[in-house]
C-alpha cells in the first residue's frame, strides 16, 4: 500500500487543521493505521492511531482531547482533525500503516509510511 499525507501549513496557536493520508494499492479497510509525527531533533513520536473499522481509537497524552482520528474505508483515506493547535505540535506529520496493532507506541511496529506533511504552529 502507498500513503500520502497532506494538510499540513502553517497556523496560529489556538487554530486548526486537518490532515489526511490517502492509501493506494492495498485494500485499505483490512489495515490498522496510525499518525506519527516528528520535530526537528528529535525522533519520530507516535500521535494516534485507529482500528481497521474506526471503532476504537488511542491517542499520545500530549493530544488526548485536542486531536481526533478518523477514517473513510469509502474513500481510502484517514484523517487528523488537529484543534487548539500548539506550537509544540510543530513537526512533520506521516501516516504509516500497522503490523499488527493500531495503538503500539513503537514506530518499527508501523510500516508503509508515507512521504510526511509539515505543520508549523507560530505562537
Known amino acids: 500500500v502507498q500513503l500520502q499525507a497532506s494538510g499540513g501549513g502553517l497556523v496560529q496557536a489556538g487554530g486548526s487543521l486537518r490532515l489526511s493520508c490517502a492509501a493506494s494499492?492495498?485494500?485499505?479497510?483490512?489495515?490498522?493505521m496510525g499518525w506519527f509525527r516528528q520535530a526537528p531533533g528529535k525522533e519520530r513520536e507516535f500521535v494516534a492511531g485507529?482500528?481497521?473499522?474506526?471503532?476504537?481509537?488511542s491517542y499520545a497524552d500530549s493530544v488526548k482531547g485536542r486531536f481526533t482520528i478518523s477514517r473513510d474505508n469509502a474513500k481510502n483515506t484517514m484523517y487528523l482533525q488537529m484543534n487548539t493547535l500548539k506550537p509544540e505540535d510543530t513537526a512533520v506529520y506521516y501516516c504509516?500503516?500497522?503490523?499488527?496493532?493500531?495503538?503500539?507506541?513503537?514506530?518499527?511496529?508501523?510500516?508503509?509510511w508515507g512521504q510526511g506533511t509539515q505543520v508549523t504552529v507560530s505562537s
Open positions: 485507529i482500528t481497521r473499522g474506526g471503532s476504537s481509537t
Open positions: 504509516a500503516k500497522a503490523n499488527r496493532f493500531y495503538d503500539s507506541r513503537a514506530e518499527t511496529d508501523f510500516g508503509s
Open positions: 494499492g492495498g485494500t485499505f479497510s483490512t489495515f490498522h
